[in-house]
């Protein structure tokens, strides 16, 4: 690929978040409404697109549950279809709620539906009760541990000393700051505020290419390569190459997130992915290739 710079997104990538985000997502609806969805069912979600925001995507599995127990009776493959179709992401899922209930039923799940709640449990769960003081400067309600500590690392400090050493190395992730902070201490890649993208530093998110065009010019790049676990980082990586024709841009896809084995390598591939590597650390020998 002769790359120039490589940016990495962090959840799938550099730590696994199946313990952690996802499992926050899930036991955030089932504390507050005593329901929730299958584990798999996080990436049809992620599929579906939109959902970089994890509380935005436990918000949205929220209202499958609320509108389920009124008249909707969709799968939740159905469900995150109809998402997909009408543009992905939590508006989306409130607009076919919406069209898909009488006016009463959608008045009760507006009603039951609480985001503020979903948000402050789903923090405690992740953060555990002393970071969550720490950081969201409250009070916790629940004496947690916190998921956060159960991310373990998958990049290796071999490719991390790699990739530093031959390439400007930046960051694009979902993450706030703060949670960004930890997760790239742990991994040991020190990434510099002006090299990195997180929730906190643009309104868009994926897979919207402002922050990686943003990157490819601080890193004076021609050729930017982007590690990502789901579809819509391929699809940041697709949507930049659109926006800055001047510049090349490949979306490499990761088998270490929600997507693995043939069929995630599949929906890689029919999402253009410019290659699929099992792990972050083929990037190197990747990118190595001529």
Request: glycine content about 6%.
């Amino acid at each position: 690929m002769n790359a120039d710079a490589v940016v990495l997104d962090i959840d799938g990538v550099l730590v696994d978040v199946a313990n952690s985000y996802r499992r926050a997502i899930l036991e955030s609806v089932e504390r507050v409404y005593d329901d929730t969805v299958p584990k798999d069912a996080i990436q049809s979600f992620k599929d579906a697109s939109g959902f970089n925001n994890d509380w935005e995507l436990t918000y949205a599995v929220a209202l499958y549950v609320l509108a389920s127990r009124e008249s909707l009776d969709d799968t939740i493959e159905e469900f995150t279809d109809r998402i997909a179709a009408n543009g992905g992401g939590l508006d989306a899922a409130e607009r076919v709620v919406e069209e898909e209930l009488p006016e009463d039923d959608h008045d009760r799940v507006r009603t039951e539906w609480d985001p503020a709640t979903l948000r402050e449990v789903f923090q405690q769960l992740y953060l555990g009760a002393d970071l969550y003081a720490d950081l969201e400067g409250d009070d916790p309600t629940l004496d947690t541990r916190g998921y956060i500590n159960d991310e373990p690392v998958l990049i290796s400090a071999e490719t991390v000393e790699t990739l530093t050493a031959n390439y400007p190395v930046g960051v694009v992730t979902g993450r706030p700051s703060a949670e960004a902070d930890i997760a790239l201490e742990r991994v040991g890649l020190d990434v510099s505020d002006d090299r990195r993208f997180t929730m906190d530093d643009w309104e868009q998110g994926k897979p919207h290419p402002h922050a990686l065009v943003t990157l490819a010019e601080r890193f004076d790049a021609e050729r930017v390569v982007f590690v990502g676990d789901t579809l819509d980082d391929i699809q940041t990586a697709v949507n930049a190459a659109e926006a800055d024709p001047d510049r090349e841009y490949f979306g490499v896809g990761v088998l270490t997130g929600g997507l693995t084995g043939d069929s995630g390598r599949r929906k890689y591939e029919s999402a253009d992915a410019a290659a699929v590597i099992d792990s972050v650390d083929d990037l190197p020998a990747l990118l190595a290739e001529r």
